[in-house]
């Protein structure tokens, strides 16, 4: 099974509204990283936040990691039509040597409406 | 996308046939990485090569098979033994080995008729 999971597997929100994803993962990690996706387009790396942090920030994003519940957040905020796309978190395991294996979780598909 | 191109973005093929897909970076990244998406799904690593000349299996790698002559190309092979072909692929590519973020192409949509 997926080492990351997303929550809910689809949201729908107004523009301006927030829009709230979260993650969940199974085995210690080195760092989580958020992913955007376009439909039929490849994934844009958005945000990392590594295992000794809590919190980042970067624009309108917000990321949360609690390593004890092994769960993330991200937070959109004022969203825009145009973050309509498909969002993953993927995770790095600890211990895995280098190689930078990430495993992707299955994808959260946001829609923002005008 | 970045620095990494993939060719052909639609690649149509008989059942029985392989097929190699196109990977190309100009970032002068040292790892590269081979993925499968199946609709509504997450990504799912085929291939990985953090070196020249060396690659190592990912968690589906059966029927599918990789090179790395050059730095800047991971060509993947679909062969006729890869029971379900048809998905997206899509190829990224990373720094050394302290570097986390994964750069991706626009991959190519696969269908085997």
């Known amino acids: 099974s997926q080492q990351g999971e997303e929550d809910p597997q689809a949201l729908s929100i107004q523009e301006g509204e927030n829009a709230t994803m979260n993650c969940s993962y199974k085995t210690s990690i080195n760092n989580l990283q958020w992913y955007r996706q376009n439909s039929g387009r490849g994934l844009v790396h958005l945000i990392l936040?590594?295992?000794?942090?809590r919190e980042k920030h970067s624009g309108r994003l917000r990321v949360t990691l609690d390593t004890s519940k092994k769960s993330s957040s991200l937070l959109i905020t004022a969203s825009r039509a145009a973050d309509t796309a498909s969002y993953f978190c993927?995770?790095?395991?600890?211990?895995?040597?280098?190689?930078?294996?990430?495993?992707f979780g299955t994808g959260t598909q946001l829609k923002v409406e005008l | 996308d970045g620095g990494i191109t993939q060719s052909p973005k639609y690649l149509f093929r008989k059942e029985g046939q392989n097929v190699t897909l196109s990977c190309e970076q100009n970032?002068?990244?040292?790892?590269m990485y081979w993925y499968r998406q199946d609709p509504g799904q997450g990504l799912r690593l085929i291939y990985y090569?953090?070196?020249?000349?060396?690659?190592q299996k990912g968690d589906i790698a059966e029927g599918y098979s990789v090179s790395r002559e050059k730095k800047e190309s991971f060509p993947l092979t679909v062969t006729s033994a890869q029971k379900n072909p048809t998905a997206f692929y899509l190829c990224?590519?990373?720094?050394?080995?302290?570097?986390?973020?994964?750069?991706f192409g626009p991959g190519t949509r696969l269908t085997v008729l």
């Open positions: 970032l002068n990244h040292d790892a």
């Open positions: 990224a590519s990373s720094m050394e080995l302290s570097t986390d973020t994964q750069y």
């Open positions: 993927a995770t790095e395991k600890s211990g895995t040597g280098g190689g930078n294996k990430l495993t």
């Open positions: 936040i590594r295992s000794n942090e």
């Open positions: 090569s953090q070196i020249v000349n060396d690659f």
